[in-house]
């Protein structure tokens, strides 16, 4: 057992408002500079929509992430042999039509422009030429726009649905969205590690941040083409790759990234998790299904109270205040002990660090009108708590609704998830419906104890972990949300001098090997 710290995270869903003020913050530290101005380490999407860049989930497009073969893991448009053949010509990069041209507005026509009978306007120049320049797409070009037929319907993740159910998401009283905020995941088997041809990029040993040495870096672009969340970025002018860095400064120094300390909805929780980096192979390559991954995925990550792991951990160097705050983790409540997190697109195989809670709303059936007698007979009924389509009286029934008749197709959000599997998705929001449902009868009162004591049953919830669940969720102050490990400068430099390795390629003296196969 190899027991590594990853610092990982967890967005909540349901508490995005889409307002960027994350994305505007990382933006405005880490790339307001040339060559980085259509760079966004952090944004956020709507969804349904094609994101940033146009189609990144399409990997028949970029060629992303890792497949299996026969047996092993071979990266799908990278690696060394498509490395070396495409070193100098790489067709499976996103261009910057797929991101956009970033601009301005020449203000200074508007004020020094002379006295005339038109209103003088700013025109759109390009920050990359310097040149006029046609406005056609922006960052956030299809933001709440996910009903337009030239973004939403493109969306990769809506292939899989029926016609009638991708028609019926477009309808305008069906019509809905959600905001999906992405950063880069971190992951414990980074496509990108294994894809640099001169070893630039590194996976830190002491957190597990993946960071591009930019000493080292040719500017090959293979990480772009491999990582398949396209959050790599080639800067034009230092001729370097660039990307998220989880601001590693911000988190030595006790504080929060800046994307997650300016969240207005505090849907963003930081902490450490334990995991066993022996089973970073076999949880990929030896998964029969995609979605299989999922679950061992979470396997790998381990108890921080098991007394064996701590035992373990602290063999491999990991320090007690990296445990202690293990055991805090934000994350691996939602991860491990409660369920309720997801990653992102499993299937590409990068075991990636970020997790999602999936948003309940919204939640809405489209009920009309309910014959009464009917209505008694399937409140009467003895089917299963959650085969009822009628949970609730008719004072609550409309504003919970039922999961399968939820506006959101489960299919579409099982795509995003969990690698196309409805049950696990469908089992998420089982948990999430029945912390509403306790909520609701311990605030509210319309719902009765005992129909509420058996939704919990039904999905094996405890009281305490609901109660618990809801704290964090809605009550939890900065400290329940970001638990940050002390950093130790001390012994970081003590490794690095012992390695004599100043530069530190793998960093810290700690070599993380990617998948076999790479």
Not at 305 to 328: C, H, M, R, Y
Request: charged residues 25%.
């Amino acid at each position: 057992m190899d027991i590594k710290s990853q610092i990982s995270m967890v967005f909540h869903l349901d508490k995005c408002i889409g307002c960027h003020t994350c994305s505007i913050a990382c933006k405005n530290i880490w790339t307001d500079r040339k060559g980085a101005e259509y760079m966004w380490w952090n944004n956020v999407e709507t969804k349904p929509g094609t994101g940033y860049p146009t189609k990144w989930e399409d990997q028949d497009i970029y060629h992303g992430g890792w497949k299996k073969d026969g047996g092993t893991l071979k990266l799908r448009g990278a690696g060394k042999g498509k490395g070396l053949a495409n070193i100098f010509h790489n067709p499976k990069l996103p261009m910057i039509d797929d991101y956009y041209e970033p601009f301005t507005f020449k203000y200074l026509e508007l004020i020094e422009a002379p006295a005339m009978d038109d209103q003088p306007t700013a025109r759109p120049i390009s920050l990359i030429t310097g040149k006029p320049m046609d406005i056609k797409m922006g960052p956030n070009w299809d933001d709440d726009l996910s009903g337009t037929p030239d973004f939403a319907r493109n969306d990769v993740n809506l292939k899989k649905l029926t016609a009638k159910e991708q028609e019926a998401m477009f309808q305008l009283e069906q019509m809905a969205f959600f905001y999906l905020p992405r950063i880069c995941n971190h992951c414990l088997n980074p496509a990108c590690v294994a894809s640099c041809p001169s070893g630039a990029i590194y996976k830190r040993g002491e957190d597990g941040i993946v960071l591009i040495n930019q000493d080292v870096c040719k500017g090959w672009r293979m990480c772009v083409t491999a990582c398949p969340y396209k959050k790599a970025y080639y800067n034009w002018n230092t001729g370097k790759s660039e990307k998220c860095i989880l601001c590693y400064p911000r988190l030595e120094s006790g504080l929060a990234p800046a994307c997650m300390h300016s969240c207005v909805g505090r849907i963003r929780y930081l902490g450490v998790l334990l995991y066993d980096a022996d089973k970073i192979f076999d949880t990929v390559a030896s998964s029969a299904k995609d979605s299989d991954i999922i679950a061992r995925q979470k396997e790998m990550i381990l108890d921080p109270f098991d007394p064996d792991v701590i035992a373990e951990a602290k063999k491999n160097g990991i320090l007690d205040s990296t445990i202690k705050a293990a055991q805090e983790s934000p994350v691996y409540k939602f991860v491990k002990e409660w369920d309720l997190a997801l990653p992102l697109h499993p299937e590409f195989g990068t075991l990636p660090m970020l997790f999602y809670v999936p948003p309940m709303l919204p939640v809405m059936a489209s009920i009309t009108d309910v014959d009464n007698t009917e209505l008694a007979k399937k409140m009467d009924s003895k089917s299963k708590f959650w085969d009822d389509k009628w949970l609730y009286d008719t004072t609550t029934k409309e504003i919970f609704g039922s999961i399968e008749d939820a506006r959101f197709p489960l299919e579409y959000m099982a795509n995003l998830f969990t690698a196309g599997d409805v049950t696990i998705i469908r089992d998420v929001i089982k948990k999430l419906m029945s912390i509403r449902i306790y909520r609701r009868w311990k605030t509210v009162g319309d719902i009765s104890e005992a129909k509420a004591m058996e939704a919990l049953k039904e999905v094996n919830f405890t009281v305490e972990e609901v109660e618990a669940s809801y704290y964090l969720t809605s009550l939890a102050k900065f400290g329940d949300r970001f638990v940050i490990p002390p950093a130790h400068r001390e012994q970081a430099i003590e490794m690095l001098d012992n390695t004599g390795d100043a530069k530190g390629s793998m960093g810290f003296g700690t070599k993380i090997t990617p998948a076999r196969g790479a």
